[in-house]
């Protein structure tokens, strides 16, 4: 049996086992010395990353119809220095100007209405064809002083483009006076009739609002004559601010009324005397008055 399986498996030799040694201890020597071998590693395909959703803002140059009115001053107050560099190039000044002249309309009623709704509604229909009247009848009498004031000192803008930058302020200011109308009309309903609290609220609307849409004009004049506005034109620049701001308040007590005392008749003119300073004033001193107890 011993026999047998001796027959069968070939046990090698010593010095075979040691040759093969020598031969793998080679073979390794051989493997280290030489150029190490490259891996290969297959390149994963990675997706590129989803970009996110985009949402399309429709603006004034992308609406047509009633809904361009509407979105003039979301444009011109989102994209402002768009819209400047498209009145410094001229372009389609006309197409700006009417829709300015509408938007500034539709704007102006719709606060003139807030105000007059505290006297009848005769005196809201009034307001609301008086005060787009007031503020685009001081525009025209303040724009031909506004250009040849910076003609004089060297500005080349043009006509136009005057035109384009100082009607936009006026449609900021008629949006912004917008946007106040539901806080007046607010008011209007948990105070009652007392005239002289809605004089001064709606008087303050109407100068915050005037004040940033002619801190408007006044960027973009300084943007269409590439920062160009030196120490002169700036003072021309605050001296017609001062006039428009004379003209304008001229002009409201001219037209006036605007609210309506709660106990006289509906006027669409009123003929009396005074001033719009002396009576903010009166209007001011009843109200410290009535806070103060004197």
């Known amino acids: 049996m ?4 001796h027959n069968l498996v070939e046990v090698p030799a010593g010095n075979d086992k040691r040759k093969e040694r020598e031969g793998v201890a080679d073979e ?9 071998p490259t891996i290969v590693v ?9 970009s996110p959703e985009t949402t399309l803002v429709c603006t004034w140059k992308d609406l047509r119809g009633v809904w361009r009115i509407f979105a ?14 498209e009145v410094r190039q001229g372009h389609q000044l006309t197409a700006k100007l009417r829709g300015m002249v509408l938007s500034a309309l539709i704007y102006l009623a719709l606060f003139g209405l807030v105000m007059g709704m505290s006297h009848s509604w005769q005196q809201a229909l009034m307001s609301a064809l ?28 043009t006509f136009a483009q005057t035109s384009a930058l100082l009607l936009a302020a006026i449609t900021i200011t008629g949006a912004l006076t ?31 609002s005037s004040w940033w849409g002619l801190s408007f004009l006044r960027q973009g004049m300084r943007y269409v004559q590439h920062g160009a506005l030196n120490i002169r034109q700036g003072r021309i620049m605050t001296t017609w601010l001062v006039i428009y701001a004379f003209v304008g308040t ?6 006036r009324p605007f609210f309506g ?3 006289t008749p509906f006027e669409i003119i009123r003929g009396d005397g005074g001033t719009f300073y002396g009576s903010v004033l009166t209007a001011l001193g009843w109200l410290l008055e009535r806070l103060l107890g004197f």
């Open 178 to 208: 917008l946007a106040f109308a539901s806080i007046a009309w607010f008011f209007w309903l948990t105070i009652g009739e007392q005239y002289t609290i809605l004089i001064l609220l709606n008087v303050g609307i109407l100068a915050i």
């Open 130 to 157: 008086k005060l787009p009247v007031l503020f685009l009848v001081t525009l025209l009498i303040c724009l031909p002083t506004l250009y040849f004031f910076n003609l004089l000192y060297g500005s080349q803008m």
């Open 72 to 85: 003039m001053s979301e444009w011109i107050m989102r994209d402002r220095q768009g819209f400047f560099e």
């Open 250 to 255: 001229q002009m409201g007590w001219a037209l």
């Open 28 to 36: 390794l020597e051989q493997f280290t010395k030489g150029t190490p």
């Open 42 to 50: 297959p390149a994963r395909t990675v997706a590129p990353p989803s």
């Open 261 to 263: 005392a709660p106990d």
């Open 2 to 5: 011993t026999d047998d399986f």
